[in-house]
C-alpha cells in the first residue's frame, strides 16, 4: 500500500475527506461514532498499466561462508 501510495497519489488531488462520517461508538478519538474518515485514490489508470508495473528482484545466492564473522560478540 505503501508503495502505491508513494507511487500512484497526489494529496491535491487523489486524497477525499469525509467529515461526520459514521463509524463505530467503541472507537475512542470519534464522538459517539462520529468521526472523520478519509479515502485515498491510488488506483493505477488502466491505460498506464506498463508505466506502473514494479521491477522484479531476485533472490542472490548467499551461503553461511560469504558472510564476516561478528567481532562484537567474540569479546562477550
Request: overall charge negative.
Amino acid at each position: 500500500m505503501e508503495y502505491a501510495i508513494a507511487t500512484r497519489c497526489d494529496a491535491a488531488r487523489d486524497l477525499v475527506v469525509i467529515p461526520g462520517a459514521r463509524g463505530h461508538e467503541y472507537v475512542r478519538v470519534s464522538n459517539r461514532g462520529v468521526l472523520t474518515k478519509w479515502l485515498i485514490d491510488a488506483t493505477v489508470p488502466p491505460a498506464e498499466r506498463q508505466r506502473f508495473s514494479r521491477v522484479p528482484f531476485s533472490d542472490p545466492p548467499v551461503s553461511p561462508d560469504d558472510l564476516a564473522p561478528c567481532e562484537l560478540f567474540a569479546t562477550w
